[in-house]
């Protein structure tokens, strides 16, 4: 029996996950993306492997797929990853109010964290708010967000999967009765176009998921929640500094290479194709960021940013909608066989997504293959480019 | 960003398949303060959509992004607006030089990433193996440790290509190793990893550097690859020596 061909829609952090879940379970595989790899959310993360503690109080779910993913990927995708762990710190009285509750959900969801002193906090890193009361170790870490997906890329590059980067999918290919059977495609590098047949598609175009459902005429409860995010010119901290408190705006500051960086803001809008880098954002950045870390505000700003993360659930704002993903079967949801979305979640929960995607995926086809991603170390980036 | 509002026509290099290359021009209103992949992005959302060019983390921690802006190498995602054009002025954006184009903006850098895999160059370093602060190379006394480990961090290099683009040699010598890669190998140094020497030894090693220090010019991360090469030079000059006296 030859192959089952799957189609995916997105070299995002989920497009390429999926590609080399597929890859290792048996299936050719075919990327199809509009730009390079990771040029939509994906690429402009705030760039934090999550501990999972952000969510240890308010959404348990992702804080225990945080701390599972992150020890994951900390083993199979070295070379992407400053593994050297975070702080949560307080620093006012509201602060210092949250550290119960924050212990017990940390305990709850297995995340390892460690008190420090105020004294011991500031000679582990002592760029911090000298005025902190307390300090938690967590095992966050930094990661490259272009290196991160080209692992992946590179890994189901290794296994056959073929990319059409720079490459439109214009239309849904039908059966004449609504099923998906592949996609039409526009390959802007070359200026071609080609229809591309396939067993499934599967759209894992993230905040954009609408743009191909409604191809096929359908809808999927997403909300495109863009964030600002500023870097800055000196790196400050060797750990990833959080805020001891319940998630709000500007309360991570990352190191990443020779840098710092600060995120993210939080709203919604309509179209995620363009959306500006705000003025009262990069200005809120820089108040909250030297709330952690005053020698911030001495600091030259590097680059100012936005990514539109796709937030499940339709109605409510931003942070209070749960941060886990949804796959959806068509199948199911919208009498259309053919075709599979994936969307939601977090750069951290990558590779879990995907394995949840293609265990739907298989089930749909009759096929018992386990999933191996989590055991099988990626290859180095620069495969993606050398074989 | 400020409520400043500039005028700019970005005059763009376009090339599709076998076609023709040609200049096509935008007229866009912008905020000096955006930065150059700005500018580029909103043509492609608004203006033209069979426009195609490279960018990932839009923060200079992945090195996507680079293109000749006004005939000069930068990393569009920290180019100022302000900083390389005047209000009514013109920005010409080209892919890069000395790489294959796969089609407008976009530039094929294998050339570049099979280079770096030949050297070994590493993706993540020991903090003291790339220090943080200060002109001199050497790392600084006290490196601060992670509970008796070495932190680590994401090397400087990103990889972004401009240095090979600005390099007057690489485009005369398609096998040259390149800036980026003779750097990564003097990081390394030739003491520790001696399989490096005939790596970089060599006609096509750095040798065939002129000094031009061009990439050390538009380097966007740090790296002083002009600076690392004439390292490198005297470091091979020491390991063959010592060689020639063992074998003697």
Redesign the interface.
Known sequence: MSKLHAIVIGAGFTGVAIAHDLALRGFAVTVVER?????GT????H?LLHSGARYAVNDQESAIECIQENQILRLIV????????GLFIGITDEDMAYREKFMEGCAACGIPITELSPKEALR?EPNLNPKLQTAFTVPDG?F????LALAFAASAKANGTVFHL?T?VVDLLTDGQGNIVGVKAWD?????RFDIQGDIVVNATGAWVGHITSMAGISVPITPTPGV?V?YDK?LT?RAINLLNKPGDGDIVL?????M?VGTTSFTIEDP??V????DH?QLMIERGSNLIPALRQTKE?????ATRPLIGASAPGRSISRTFKAYDHKETDNVEGLVTITGGKATTLRLMAEKTVDLICKKFNLTIPCTTAETPLL???KF??N | ??EEKWTVKFVIFRK??D?PARYDSYVLEVDPE??VI?GV??IW??HD????F???????????CGMRVNDVEKLT??TKIRDVTTNGGTLKIEPMRNFPI???L?VD??RM??A??RVHA???HP?SAAP?EGEDIRPPRDV?R?NGNE??????C?ECGLCISACPVAGTAENYLGPAVLAAAQLQGLKHNPDLLDVVDCADGLWRCHSAYECTAVCP??VDPGWRIMDLRRQVVGERLKRWFVKA
């Open positions: 730009g390079p790899i990771v040029n994906s690429g402009r993360t760039g070295p070379d992407a990853i400053e593994p050297n762990g582990l930094t490259d967000p272009l290196r720079y439109d802007r590098a070359a200026d071609k995010m870097a790196r060797q190191p990443q290479r020779r840098m960086v194709d363009y500006p880098v705000y003025e990069v590097r680059g100012a940013y936005m180095s980036y620069r480019y050398v | 960003m400020s599709k398949g076609q955006e930065y700005d992005e909103r959302a608004f959509r069979s426009l195609i490279a960018h990932a983390c839009h923060h200079s921690t992945c090195g996507a995602c920290i796969i089609g407008d976009v850098m294998t990433y099979a770096m895999d590493k993706a993540v903090l943080l601060p992670n932190y680590l961090r994401l090397a400087d990103i991360s740090n």
